[in-house]
């Protein structure tokens, strides 16, 4: 693979990731939209599907990496780091593309969302204090755009993202034993969408499963550039655990890979 | 495959498509029906294993576009149009087909709807004067049929379904560079139904994803035609929007793909 | 195959069939589950996935067939008449014991409910004397074991049984044509599958999507032999209804196939 | 394959298997989880996804067995019990290390769900006591490791747990039926993940479907250890139940195995 094929690749594939991902997130979460409180089990699904479109539609040029911790584990398994900054740049720049698309489709949903929100008590008037707090700090939408933890704490919160990451990343890089000359590949797209699916249900309930540099820091730098009235902060203060994170995640699964399987 | 084949074939496959994706709005929104408000998530499965069923049947006939726009980008992409005009008229057929059998399968359904419907108010009834001036525009078993913008906006609309056909268009037109020469076609066929699953999930909240011209053009005449009492109008003055927006959408990916992938 | 094979994998398969479609309705339906009020999509992803284990469980043995609907149509596709009636009683053989296998499963929640039943009125007070009605003609647990329709009327039952059951044996005659010669029969599994749970989604609504005479009336004979407390009627005068429709409904499809994929 | 690659693989895989089986289990019941209250579907499909990405990921090593009913089953096909020993420890330890990946990766969870508990009635006040008198049987955050019966019977329970291994068992052992020559191993994964949601839908509504002495024994060992606040009893118990009926259940499907498909 060229590097320009790389670099095509994982920018048309990691902006299909984040349409579709940061799409189910503002499906579910903004007003005028049919699929309000459709609930965690679209929201994992469509996460999912994100995965599957995505990586059959890039893997034909790229290999479909679309995550900066797959990358970082291919390189320590393969001990080449040739490409490493082709792949991670392509990520990143997907990601902001990704995100600009998800605020395209849903622009009329943003608008009435942040412009018209209830501010008297309803139903659940008696945690209006606690969701203004958690919202002075994380705007009101960036739940669209990047993960956040319901727990603040930072060694918490990165243990269940690095967690999250070993479980990704041994699911990638045992493909190749699977695969290995059965032509299977597109059945890999496939698995590793429903091995997504089954991290957010199972491993996403602390932190929002970012388990992926791009896919957080992409959208999140997209939040605070986009004009967005009443968007509320970009918590940049959390923005490193979901960076960091999935790296060390990655590192560990590719010493177990490396220990246990090579 | 031979002109009679295509047509044949397109025009059980959108029949099939229309019958199972249209029944499972009936099924989700009429009276009567044992999935009545089974959700959002209910709708989106159902409309992608109406593709795979779609999908798979007609594959051996016709090559399974069951869309307009597919069959525009596969012309951009191959530089042949001669089988255009028969794939889309087999489309249009099938579609207004299976809109029919809707009808024929839920008869007692939309019976039950129309004429025995809630007027005063319930928990809901503060939105009663929003509803009725919805339902003036678009009949009140029209979505059953066809799709409609949340909030309405030609240049929104026509955006969500354009982005919307791009990731459907580029995913299809990329299945021959992932299933080249392993015969995978029958897995194409399920991963193009998770697809769009995925883009309804995602990209659904809008607009409702038609994606498809005669997905929508073909049941908006058949409730056009049919002696339901009280349907209400069909929304004509939506009408191009689901079949503009998904031929541009179409064009741009066709374009994505030659640049990058040939 | 020959005929012992036959009559013992669809014996076995349709139990396994029966038993975890059964075993769904059981789980969402009665007191004391789990999944008590899972919901719609509980239902049909749980049949679908009861298609999927007795299909890959039995056809190693029989083809799993499973239905006898699906037994009549390749009887008139491939003219060979002369395995139906082995096929026939391995199915109904087969759903009764799966029946019985429910009943062993869910027996304690099977008395939960029928023992200790709401009689006076609660938020759904108002239609107790619907239900009542109901349940004298169609006993409270016979949704564990048969078909019945929402709204009562044989022509239109009928119809919707009928379409329903070409859909599904459609996808299935047309299996040879997709997995002609790559050996993904495995696949054809799943596929039929995920059809059936589209089928459920989308025709499920008007009348439970039998679509498969022995699904039906082995549960029905099970139910009206087994010894539950207060179980109520079988409601035999809509008995003949999914098995006729399945019937009709294969044999149209089978006409299709002939004509148009042969 | 090496004792030492079988030992370790099981561990791995089970490890997996319980990490996000048990996860998915405390996303839905703790306190501060995303996923709190997603349902019964999101538990059945998590539990799923836990099993395909188990088993993709430790094939390569062991097999995947992960399950000591499944060894047993196998060990009776083959006659050959010379790594029964090794698997059965290996998936005892990997069961163990992955209910503590649980609490490691949901501890703020645990923290807030056992020291800030309900205590005065709310909208379920009046279940409070039954609520109670469970509890003090087994622990309030016990069954995110450990399966329990929702009417305490043990014939009955040992009944239900027989025949959901039954289920899974045929379908394992029949699988090297389907995929002979074929090389579609990788799409076993994903069908038994399958054939594990169905048996969850189908038959987890009385007993929450152990099927697998390790998945039950291990984590409940561990919740004996952790020192969690107000944990509650481990419910010893029941503990033999979801051991002795899935090797039951295997032993029974072996010989169905052995007599109808071998």
Redesign the interface.
Known sequence: MSSSDIF??ET?GTA?LI???G??C??VT?K?????N?????I???W???V??AV??S???SGAHLNPAVTLALAIKDGDWSHVPVYWGGQLLGAMIGAT?VW??????FH?HLTDREIVGGPGAQDTKAVEAQEAQAGPVLGVFSTGP??R?AV?NL??EI??TI?LV??VL??G???K???????????T???V???G??????T?YAINPARDLGPRIVHALLPLPNKGGSDWGYAWVPVVGPLVGAAIAAG?YNV??A
Not at 32 to 36: F, G, M, V
Not at 104 to 109: E, K, L, S, T
Request: glycine letters at 18%.
């Open positions: 095509i690749g048309i299909i349409l579709l991902g799409g189910v503002a499906a903004l005028a939209s049919k699929a309000r459709a609930g965690w089990l679209a994992t699904f469509g999912g599907f994100a599957l479109t059959y539609t893997a034909p040029l698309l395209v489709a849903y622009y009329g949903q009435a319901e727990i704490n918490l243990a269940t967690i999250g479980v041994l699911a045992t493909q034993l699977n695969d000359g059965n032509g299977l590949g597109t059945l890999g797209a496939l698995i969408a429903f091995v699916v089954g991290i249900l199972s491993l996403g309930g602390p929002g177990i246990a399987f």
